[in-house]
């Protein structure tokens, strides 16, 4: 089944349990007037906001976007399915899987100079390693600018927010892992697929 576009799904969740928009940006700690706008789906939120934004309306992000399933414990270059949020202009490659007791999750972001996203706090641990391009990034007070190579370790309760900065590149790409839930789980594949995986391993 299709999921209806996304300012419209978080708009008809949000009335169905009564919330305005000023308690939905209370909640999450994003703004009434860029909710306001991803409901118009005249802008696109972050990976990260979303998340925050589904739990303040009791949903599950998978109630909301469509990301890739990813079974496996593998993932190779040039096979991973590029998605984006909404029409955003960050492309998302999934690389982590869910299994019961997990708790990291990891994807690559691909983004064009410009970009900068919304300011967002949410529970947990955020890491970011650069691979490409040139990138800032804002923790609290805190002003950071990353190159090849560079990492970043900080309290996703802090409020924080990605840019790609002008680069030659054009664009940056980012390894991003944190503990916050981006993805619906636990996934796993069937028994018999699982011990083919795992077979040669420490576990099997």
Do not use: C
């Not at 949903?59 to 890739?68: A, C, R, Y």
């Amino acid at each position: 089944m299709d999921i209806p576009e996304l300012g419209i799904s978080i708009r008809t969740r949000r009335h169905a349990i009564n919330k305005t928009l000023v308690e939905l940006a209370t909640e999450t700690g994003l703004t009434a007037g860029f909710i306001s706008q991803l409901e118009r789906n005249l802008t696109s939120p972050s990976i990260t906001s979303l998340v925050v934004i589904a739990k303040a309306l009791g949903v599950s992000i998978g109630d909301l976007i469509q990301q890739p399933a990813q079974l496996r414990p593998d993932t190779y270059r040039g096979q991973r399915q590029p998605y984006s949020v909404a029409s955003g202009r960050v492309k998302y490659e999934r690389l982590s899987t869910v299994f019961p007791g997990s708790q990291v999750h990891s994807v690559k972001f691909t983004m064009p100079a410009g970009y900068k996203s919304e300011m967002v706090s949410h529970e947990g641990d955020e890491m970011i390693y650069v691979l490409s391009g040139r990138v800032g990034y804002t923790v609290g007070t805190d002003n950071y600018v990353l190159n090849v190579g560079d990492s970043l370790h900080f309290d996703a309760n802090i409020p924080h927010s990605i840019e790609s900065l002008p680069h030659e590149n054009q664009v940056a790409e980012v390894i991003w892992v944190g503990t916050v839930s981006l993805f619906d789980g636990p996934q796993q594949p069937e028994p018999a697929v699982q011990k083919h995986l795992l077979r040669g391993t420490e576990f099997f």
